[in-house]
């Protein structure tokens, strides 16, 4: 049973980089057709995709954020990051990683519990 979970700050000022870590147990990030993504979910609003990183290592991003977003790995930690920059209040979210069989956006297989992150000063 693969389990995730999300850590990070849970405050952050408008302009600073947001950064999280997913920690993955129960499996290895760098197994074969395994694409592990971020998803945020802003108050009273719906689930967003920010992107994935896949278990070759390559990356692909919502073109929505795709300027501001950074997802990298620790293969020894077992552990994938997501930065954000120039946050500003409207970046306010849970924030989940997940694991998808699937190179996809949607249809995620295995979740993480969340992490609020307010963007505040």
């Known amino acids: 049973q693969v389990q995730l979970q999300e850590s990070g700050p849970g405050l952050v000022k408008p302009s600073q980089t947001l950064s999280l870590t997913c920690t993955v147990s129960g499996g290895s990030i760098t197994t074969n057709y395994y694409y592990w993504s971020w998803i945020r979910q802003p108050p009273g609003k719906g689930l967003e995709w920010i992107g994935y990183?896949?278990?070759?290592?390559?990356?692909y991003y919502s073109p929505s954020l795709k300027s501001r977003s950074s997802i990298s790995r620790d293969t020894s930690g077992n552990q994938f990051t997501l930065q954000l920059s120039s946050v500003t209040p409207e970046d306010t979210a849970a924030y989940y990683c997940a694991l998808n069989f699937r190179p996809e956006y949607y249809g995620m297989d295995y979740w993480g519990k969340g992490t609020l992150v307010t963007v505040s000063s």
């Open positions: 990183i896949g278990y070759s290592g390559s990356t």
